[in-house]
């Protein structure tokens, strides 16, 4: 299983990013896939997940109504779109995935990650 995140970059804050997660070494329809971050001097924390069969997601509250998960199955990819981005939000963004159908907001039970993608949002 490999997963290839990319989309990070520089923005000022107020603006907009959108990520992408391109999964390969098998089917992933089925799979939870997720996103996490991690902030300089900060412990890695959850960002939203979405299910695979019923396209159910899950955000923090930190992102609720700023950032859109999605996922296109046909292509392996899941998507984060990012909106209102403020510098709270510097951090890079980790895509994981895991079988099954239950969203867990730890990483630990998410046993396939991607390389990270650096996000920076200036003030």
């Known amino acids: 299983v490999q997963l290839q995140a990319s989309g990070g970059g520089l923005v000022q804050a107020g603006g907009s990013l959108r990520l992408s997660c391109a999964a390969s070494g098998r089917t992933f329809s089925t799979y939870v896939m997720g996103w996490f971050r991690q902030a300089p001097g900060k412990e890695r924390e959850f960002v939203a997940a979405i299910r695979g069969r019923t396209g159910t997601k899950f955000y923090a509250d930190s992102v609720k109504g700023r950032f859109t998960i999605s996922r296109d199955n046909a292509k392996n990819t899941v998507l984060l779109q990012m909106n209102s981005l403020n510098p709270e939000d510097t951090a890079v963004y980790y895509c994981?995935?895991?079988?099954?159908?239950?969203?867990?907001?730890?990483?630990?039970?998410?046993?396939?990650w991607g390389q990270g993608t650096l996000v920076t949002v200036s003030s």
């Open positions: 994981a995935v895991r079988e099954g159908n239950y969203i867990y907001s730890e990483g630990g039970h998410y046993p396939y």
